[in-house]
């Protein structure tokens, strides 16, 4: 077997790793004792795994990429797999070198490998470039792959690797000034931090990024539990981490020292350095997916609406990475299609009409079709306000979604507890709702109103176009500290069955006892609710998907209600 097939099975077997490898459990110790232990555990079950089983598991998925790759390439190019070069505090990073035979100098194009993965990750998306004419450098981050180092999460040492690529680079192929830099996931960070950085990049494309680390991992004060778990459990089996990232994800769940990390958090963060990227002008491309529970949307498209250089942005369905994934297969789809138009115009000034099409595209709930818009938000958006009524007597009844105002002094009250409206299994639901469009249902009228708020309004007179984010504000009584809670939107049918279409979480801080307002935008989305279905809202308190400060304690919360203070839906649409 050649270098680079032996070097593809490895990157092949960490794909399934970084999904495979998720504790859902929160023990909030005190330190970051209970993650590494969890990571220990995991070393020794995945020793279990033998790597032949591991790699006739993934026969198919290797098999395709040697596939493409041999596809591609046509002998225009040459592929050096021994690219090495020292970091300014002289840590070793390593990589691959794709150069056109003929000619030069070129433009260039450096992709940034996934968190867990390795430079192989963009071996068929290289080579295709290479034959349009461009030099391909893809480096291992440190502490990944072959390269030296503890990984730095996109940190100082980061950006000095990268300004070490691009020096080699300029070293020892035969590339002109048009240099841009790309990357899945960790390398979509990376690569919109240093299109901001560095001075010799002149454009990036970023996919299944984050725009705010701090809201990615803690957004409305509440930990991401089972991604940042899977995340420390992955780079600790393929990676060299550094102990601070699972010691500052322990903080997060245990509310200790938050402000340190999160200061830690936004010095890795491309929003934190918006106006900095205005500064330069240079464009981006940004694709990120709507049901993407580790980079959400919203933080993405508060990042991108603060930005005022060209730029360009698709909403697709899916969960982390699998809108992206088919193009580092060989398959040809819509979101690689436009990065590579976007580096022909940008780098080689090819007039191939990626600028004419619209600035923001966004794949609708459930279907492959997609509304396009040319600004965001859009214009002429249409900010629905639905009232929330209370539940009847003894929460008997659910409450109602109304456009006519709510004239009721009550209360309702609900003991917090897991109902029947949740996100579903961590990573099986999300992979069956994003991937292939199996939604997430349940029957609203059967959740338990002991445990959480219902709403449902009448049928719909018109079709609903929502196209943006969905804010709920409440006023809620709290007989904890830090109550957590998790609202989720439903198309409900005729039978009650609702079809899961977007949610929220947060968790409030020191409110014990005092009334206070709950206001939380749920996940932006696109999605026509049709003439004839309902809305229904579930509010509860537990959720896998999020970290709970109370996971066991059983709590009272009750939600107000008055004509001064109103509680309400609001919704972007068309």
Same mark, same amino acid.
């Given at each position: 077997?050649?270098?680079?097939?032996?070097?593809?099975?490895?990157?092949?077997?960490?794909?399934?790793?970084?999904?495979?490898?998720?504790?859902?459990?929160?023990?909030?110790?005190?330190?970051?004792?209970?993650?590494?232990?969890?990571?220990?555990?995991?070393?020794?079950?995945?020793?279990?795994?033998?790597?032949?089983?591991?790699?006739?598991?993934?026969?198919?998925?290797?098999?395709?990429?040697?596939?493409?790759?041999?596809?591609?390439?046509?002998?225009?190019?040459?592929?050096?797999?021994?690219?090495?070069?020292?970091?300014?505090?002289?840590?070793?990073?390593?990589?691959?070198?794709?150069?056109?035979?003929?000619?030069?100098?070129?433009?260039?194009?450096?992709?940034?490998?996934?968190?867990?993965?390795?430079?192989?990750?963009?071996?068929?998306?290289?080579?295709?470039?290479?034959?349009?004419?461009?030099?391909?450098?893809?480096?291992?981050?440190?502490?990944?792959?072959?390269?030296?180092?503890?990984?730095?999460?996109?940190?100082?040492?980061?950006?000095?690797?990268?300004?070490?690529? %691009? #020096?080699?680079?300029?070293?020892?192929?035969?590339?002109? /000034?048009?240099? &841009? =830099?790309? !990357? @899945?996931?960790?390398?979509?960070?990376?690569?919109?931090?240093?299109?901001?950085?560095?001075?010799?990049?002149?454009?990036?494309?970023?996919?299944?990024?984050?725009?705010?680390?701090?809201?990615?991992?803690?957004?409305?004060?509440?930990?991401?539990?089972?991604?940042?778990?899977?995340?420390?459990?992955?780079?600790?089996?393929?990676?060299?981490?550094?102990?601070?990232?699972?010691?500052?994800?322990?903080?997060?769940?245990?509310?200790?020292?938050?402000?340190?990390?999160?200061?830690?958090?936004?010095?890795?963060?491309?929003?934190?350095?918006?106006?900095?990227?205005?500064?330069?002008?240079?464009?981006?491309?940004?694709?990120?997916?709507?049901?993407?529970?580790?980079?959400?949307?919203?933080?993405?498209?508060?990042?991108?609406?603060?930005?005022?250089?060209?730029?360009? %942005? #698709?909403?697709?369905?899916?969960?982390?990475?699998?809108? /992206?994934?088919? &193009? =580092?297969? !060989? @398959?040809?789809?819509?979101?690689?299609?436009?990065?590579?138009?976007?580096?022909?115009?940008?780098?080689?000034?090819?007039?191939?009409?990626?600028?004419?099409?619209?600035?923001?595209?966004?794949?609708?709930?459930?279907?492959?079709?997609?509304?396009?818009?040319?600004?965001?938000?859009?214009?002429?958006?249409?900010?629905?306000?639905?009232?929330?009524?209370?539940?009847?007597?003894?929460?008997?009844?659910?409450?109602?979604?109304?456009?006519?105002?709510?004239?009721?002094?009550?209360?309702?009250?609900?003991?917090?507890?897991?109902?029947?409206?949740?996100?579903?299994?961590?990573?099986?639901?999300?992979?069956?709702?994003?991937?292939?469009?199996?939604?997430?249902?349940?029957?609203?009228?059967?959740?338990?109103?002991?445990?959480?708020?219902?709403?449902?309004?009448?049928? %719909?007179?018109?079709?609903?176009?929502?196209?943006?984010?969905?804010?709920?504000? &409440?006023?809620?009584?709290?007989?904890?500290?830090?109550?957590?809670?998790?609202?989720?939107?439903?198309?409900?049918?005729?039978?009650?069955?609702?079809?899961?279409?977007?949610?929220?979480?947060?968790?409030?801080?020191?409110?014990?006892?005092?009334?206070?307002?709950?206001?939380?935008?749920?996940?932006?989305?696109?999605?026509?609710?049709?003439?004839?279905?309902?809305?229904?809202?579930?509010?509860?308190?537990?959720?896998?998907?999020?970290?709970?400060?109370?996971?066991?304690?059983?709590?009272?919360?009750?939600?107000?209600?008055?004509?001064?203070?109103?509680?309400?839906?609001?919704?972007?649409?068309?």
């Amino acid at each position: 077997m050649k270098n680079y097939q032996r070097k593809i099975v490895l990157f092949c077997l960490a794909i399934p790793l970084t999904f495979a490898c998720g504790p859902n459990e929160n023990k909030n110790q005190s330190s970051s004792g209970s993650i590494l232990g969890l990571v220990n555990s995991v070393n020794e079950n995945a020793k279990t795994v033998g790597a032949d089983q591991m790699a006739s598991s993934n026969a198919s998925q290797r098999s395709q990429m040697e596939a493409a790759f041999a596809a591609e390439n046509d002998g225009s190019f040459t592929f050096n797999d021994l690219v090495s070069f020292t970091s300014s505090d002289g840590t070793k990073i390593t990589g691959n070198l794709f150069q056109p035979k003929a000619g030069g100098p070129y433009p260039a194009v450096i992709f940034v490998n996934s968190w867990a993965l390795n430079e192989y990750e963009y071996i068929v998306p290289a080579a295709k470039l290479a034959k349009k004419g461009y030099v391909v450098l893809s480096y291992n981050t440190r502490g990944f792959g072959t390269s030296e180092g503890k990984i730095n999460v996109a940190g100082p040492k980061d950006m000095e690797d990268l300004s070490s690529a %691009l #020096d080699y680079l300029q070293r020892t192929a035969s590339v002109n /000034e048009n240099i &841009g =830099i790309a !990357g @899945i996931s960790y390398g979509a960070g990376i690569s919109l931090l240093g299109v901001t950085k560095e001075p010799r990049i002149k454009t990036a494309v970023a996919m299944s990024g984050w725009g705010s680390l701090p809201d990615s991992l803690y957004g409305n004060q509440t930990p991401r539990l089972v991604w940042g778990l899977l995340l420390i459990a992955s780079g600790y089996l393929t990676g060299n981490m550094d102990p601070i990232i699972a010691e500052n994800f322990q903080k997060l769940l245990d509310n200790r020292d938050v402000q340190s990390v999160l200061n830690w958090a936004g010095d890795r963060s491309p929003s934190t350095f918006a106006q900095t990227l205005n500064a330069t002008g240079k464009p981006v491309y940004i694709s990120n997916n709507s049901q993407d529970n580790l980079f959400q949307p919203n933080q993405v498209l508060d990042y991108f609406q603060r930005l005022t250089v060209p730029k360009k %942005l #698709d909403l697709n369905n899916g969960i982390h990475a699998t809108a /992206e994934i088919g &193009g =580092i297969l !060989g @398959i040809q789809n819509y979101i690689w299609t436009n990065a590579y138009d976007w580096f022909d115009y940008w780098l080689k000034g090819i007039p191939n009409g990626i600028m004419s099409k619209p600035m923001v595209s966004i794949q609708k709930r459930h279907v492959s079709d997609r509304v396009f818009y040319n600004s965001w938000p859009i214009r002429n958006q249409v900010n629905r306000t639905y009232h929330l009524k209370p539940m009847g007597m003894f929460n008997l009844s659910p409450g109602s979604i109304s456009t006519t105002t709510n004239t009721s002094n009550t209360s309702n009250t609900v003991l917090a507890g897991a109902t029947s409206a949740s996100t579903g299994v961590p990573l099986l639901s999300e992979i069956l709702d994003g991937a292939v469009s199996i939604p997430i249902k349940t029957n609203v009228h059967l959740i338990d109103r002991s445990n959480a708020m219902v709403y449902i309004s009448d049928s %719909l007179s018109t079709a609903l176009k929502v196209r943006g984010k969905i804010t709920y504000k &409440g006023k809620i009584n709290s007989a904890v500290s830090r109550p957590h809670f998790v609202v989720y939107l439903y198309e409900v049918d005729s039978w009650g069955t609702g079809t899961l279409i977007t949610h929220g979480a947060s968790t409030l801080s020191t409110v014990s006892g005092r009334d206070t307002d709950l206001i939380l935008d749920l996940q932006a989305v696109a999605h026509d609710f049709p003439k004839g279905s309902r809305l229904g809202l579930a509010i509860d308190n537990v959720d896998p998907m999020y970290a709970n400060p109370y996971p066991l304690l059983t709590y009272l919360n009750q939600f107000k209600y008055n004509s001064q203070s109103a509680s309400t839906l609001t919704i972007q649409s068309e």
